[in-house]
């Protein structure tokens, strides 16, 4: 079963950070381009950042760009959005996807997690 999971959200504080992974199962990430979105409630999916097949590309929404980072380990099958400086407006439902090249458009991702809470607050 091709799957991609992510973990590591959860609650906190303004000003704190938490990584998130996303784990693929079933296939390898080797050759794919891997971007993380975000959808608050009321929302549209936005993209946040994506990373080349390689790691050695890598984008960042506006917004988070200077507090994010995106990494992978091929050989763990998993890449990881690390997140600073975490602000309340930040909170949303993050998701990790794969597809052929970096694009913002959610549509030309083929796999999708099932998405991880993060949720910013005092």
């Known amino acids: 079963q091709l799957q991609l999971v992510e973990s590591g959200g959860g609650l906190v504080q303004p000003g704190g950070s938490l990584r998130l992974s996303c784990a693929a199962s079933g296939f390898t990430l080797d050759y794919l381009a891997i971007g993380w979105f975000r959808q608050a409630p009321g929302k549209e999916r936005e993209g946040v950042s994506c990373?080349?097949?390689?790691?050695?590309?890598?984008n960042y929404a506006d917004s988070v760009k200077g507090r994010f980072t995106i990494s992978r380990d091929n050989a763990k099958n998993t890449v990881y959005l690390q997140m600073k400086r975490l602000k309340p407006e930040d909170t949303a439902v993050y998701y990790c996807?794969?597809?052929?090249?970096?694009?913002?458009?959610?549509?030309?991702?083929?796999?999708w997690g099932q998405g991880t809470q993060v949720t910013v607050s005092s």
């Open positions: 996807a794969a597809a052929l090249g970096c694009t913002v458009k959610p549509g030309s991702y083929n796999y």
């Open positions: 990373s080349s097949s390689s790691g050695g590309s890598t």
